[in-house]
């Protein structure tokens, strides 16, 4: 497995260069980027301007491990509102071009949510007909994303949709695509069940992981923890990841840092990278 972080794992006053270097400096051999409303990779950006990202990564001497966003948490692309659906359409198609632009095959898409409970006075869309506007999400960006080689990783998150590994295989299987698969993060499983049951039944389906720790006893956001400081059965998910042979990357997506590193946050970086290490020895 290809160790990597998360842009999200930085708190401090870095530039997109300097946390690159952070990273490598603490062992990392891959960067995690944002595709957001602005920044580096902005969604009204161009080729042009993405590719400096992928420039700055090989000036820093590290790879990019795929294209995250928190951009549907404010797209809902199961919302009653069709501009809202339009607007979830747009950042899809954006995200697999500058995917495609900066060099990484694998995006993580949040196609549709039922509601989320971090998300004040969020909409609440009825289960099925999130789930068909979820799929109409996706099969409508699927030529562009074999065309241009890019796979939409779907991400287990709160959003209080695909619930179980059983239903979320189902989703998946049922575009009949290898470009539709699962970005699964470890910590976001434990809340409502196990991430090593996940790993063995979606198998080859699991095309990128995010690590996270969390403990349940705390049932919010809050509950996020560093690796190996929380709940998640680390042995089960590194044998569960061995036993399906999974080789691809794994990025740390520490969130938030603040609570647990108020100082020095930079020590979070370093600290993770050694987690990482342990944990693919156990």
């Known amino acids: 497995m290809k160790k990597s972080i998360s ?9 997109l260069e300097e946390k690159m270097i952070l990273a490598r400096d603490a062992g990392f051999i891959g960067f995690e980027p944002e595709f957001s409303e602005d920044g580096d990779l902005a969604l009204n ?25 928190g951009l549907y948490w404010g797209a809902n692309g199961a919302s009653e509102n069709a501009e809202t659906r339009a607007k979830a359409a747009e950042i899809l198609d954006k995200q697999i071009r500058c995917a495609a632009a900066i060099g990484v095959d694998s995006i993580l898409v949040v196609p549709a949510a039922v509601g989320v409970d971090f998300i004040p006075d969020c909409e609440i869309v009825a289960y099925d007909q999130a789930y068909e506007r979820a799929h109409a999400l996706i099969s409508n960006a699927l030529p562009l994303a074999r065309e241009l080689g890019v796979t939409i990783c779907i991400e287990n998150v709160w959003n209080k949709f695909l619930l179980s590994p059983l239903e979320m295989k189902a ?4 575009f009949n695509d290898s470009h539709v698969a699962l970005y699964f993060d470890v910590g976001n499983a434990l809340a409502t069940g196990y991430p090593e049951q996940w790993i063995k039944i979606l198998g080859k389906h699991i095309k990128r992981v995010h690590f996270k720790d ?9 509950g996020f923890v560093d690796l190996l400081s929380g709940d998640v059965n680390w042995p089960q998910v590194n044998h569960a990841l061995t036993s399906i042979d ?28 050694n987690a990482m290490d342990a944990i693919f020895k156990l």
């Not at 842009?7 to 530039?15: A, I, K, L, P, R």
């Not at 950006?45 to 966003?69: H, N, P, Q, Y």
């Not at 691809?248 to 370093?270: C, D």
């Open 171 to 174: 989703f998946i299987e049922s």
């Open 45 to 69: 950006g161009d080729d042009a301007t993405w590719k400096k990202v992928r420039a700055t990564a090989d000036k820093v001497g590290i790879e990019l491990s795929g294209l995250a966003t």
């Open 214 to 222: 969390y403990r349940r006893n705390v049932g919010s956001a809050d």
């Open 246 to 273: 999974y080789n691809e990357w794994v990025a740390a997506e520490m969130i938030p840092p603040v609570p647990f590193y108020k100082h020095a946050p930079e020590i979070l970086i370093t600290n993770t990278s």
């Open 7 to 15: 842009t999200w794992s930085f708190y401090g006053d870095w530039n």
